[in-house]
């Protein structure tokens, strides 16, 4: 159950779009298509913003989005607001009902 | 609105056992599976364990199997962690999540410190 790899921090101005990557094995993120994404700010309950790859759960704006090719999965987030510095965590079903999370990424918007 | 509010980390000797106690509520708890989910300082998160709504089901990470219990009081819409030969590297905070799909709604977590 090794961690998935998301890099360690991505930046981006107000407005414009960051990709952050979550790389598995054909265990985990390359076999199901149960991967999610968490936003969480320090202090506070960590917040699904993806799941099943790409599934906004509802009050989720639209631009955040979520795809997968082969064993990355890729949170993106568009029209960048301030609100959205925060750490990103992926998330994927790696079998025997078990999951593994990334390491995390820290998203500054400058 | 659904509420989960974690209790009972605190600071225990290597190994020390502790209890942690997720109270649920503005939904069917008993209707959902259940995670324990810790994140130690500086690190990632980390799944830990899993209990399904009848509590007949249940998973561990292979970090915590055999020291960690994991449990549910659907009466009481309580989730539980029984945690026993606590090691350095389990200090963390704890979340308790739900989890349908994905875990959609977690906690703000309890720290657990494991230290002499």
């Known amino acids: 159950q090794s961690a998935l790899t998301q890099p360690r921090s991505v930046s981006g101005s107000p407005g414009q779009s960051v990709t952050i990557s979550c790389t598995g094995t054909s265990s985990d993120v390359g076999g199901y298509n149960y991967v999610s994404w968490y936003q969480h700010h320090p202090g506070k309950a960590p917040q699904l913003m993806i799941y099943d790859v790409s599934k906004r759960p509802s009050g989720v704006p639209d631009r955040f989005s979520g795809s997968k090719s082969g064993n990355t999965a890729s949170l993106t987030i568009s029209g960048l607001q301030a609100e959205d510095e925060a750490d990103y965590y992926c998330c994927s079903y790696a079998g025997s009902y078990t999951w593994v999370f990334g390491g995390g990424t820290k998203l500054t918007v400058l | ?116």
């Open chain 2, 1 to 116: 609105q659904v509420q989960l509010v974690e209790s009972g980390g605190g600071l225990v000797k290597p190994g020390g056992s502790l209890r942690l106690s997720c109270a649920a509520s503005g939904f069917t708890f008993s209707d959902y599976y259940m995670s324990w989910i810790r994140q130690a300082p500086g690190k990632g998160l980390e799944w830990v364990s899993c209990i399904s709504s009848s509590g007949g089901t249940i998973y561990y990470a292979d970090s915590v199997k055999g020291r960690f219990t994991i449990s549910r009081d659907n009466a009481k819409n309580s989730l539980y962690l029984q945690m026993n030969s606590l090691r350095a590297e389990d200090t963390a905070v704890y979340y308790c999540a739900r989890f349908t799909y994905a875990f959609d709604y977690w906690g703000q977590g309890t720290l657990v410190t494991v230290s002499s």
